[in-house]
């Protein structure tokens, strides 16, 4: 059974930073394309950040530049480092992994950014 476990959110002033992490069990994870989504209060959710197997990453346009993800195979961990964090970026983050049409994700984490 595939269980992805969101830690790392919280409260922040605008400005600070967040690292967000993300850790599965029950998947052979270095094969999947990892990714982190948030949904906002009467939002869509949306794509934020995935790395692939080989460490390609890709970002929504709203955080090049401020956040990074990386993964960790070893620890089967993939992680989420949000740098001048904003108010707009107040949302739910969730963790999802993906192979092929096999998609799972995890319950999400807070993160609200005081102004």
């Known amino acids: 059974q595939v269980q992805l476990v969101e830690s790392g959110g919280g409260l922040v002033q605008a400005g600070g930073s967040l690292r967000l992490s993300c850790t599965a069990s029950?998947?052979?994870?270095?094969?999947?394309?990892m990714g982190w989504y948030r949904q906002a209060p009467g939002n869509e959710r949306e794509l934020v950040a995935t790395i692939t197997p080989g460490s390609g990453t890709q970002y929504a346009d709203s955080v090049k530049g401020r956040f990074t993800i990386s993964r960790d195979n070893s620890k089967n961990t993939v992680y989420l480092q949000m740098n001048s964090l904003k108010p707009e970026d107040t949302a739910v983050y969730y963790c999802?992994?993906?192979?092929?049409?096999?998609?799972?994700w995890g319950r999400g984490t807070q993160v609200t950014v005081s102004s």
């Open positions: 029950g998947i052979i994870f270095g094969i999947f394309t």
């Open positions: 999802n992994a993906v192979l092929g049409p096999r998609r799972s």
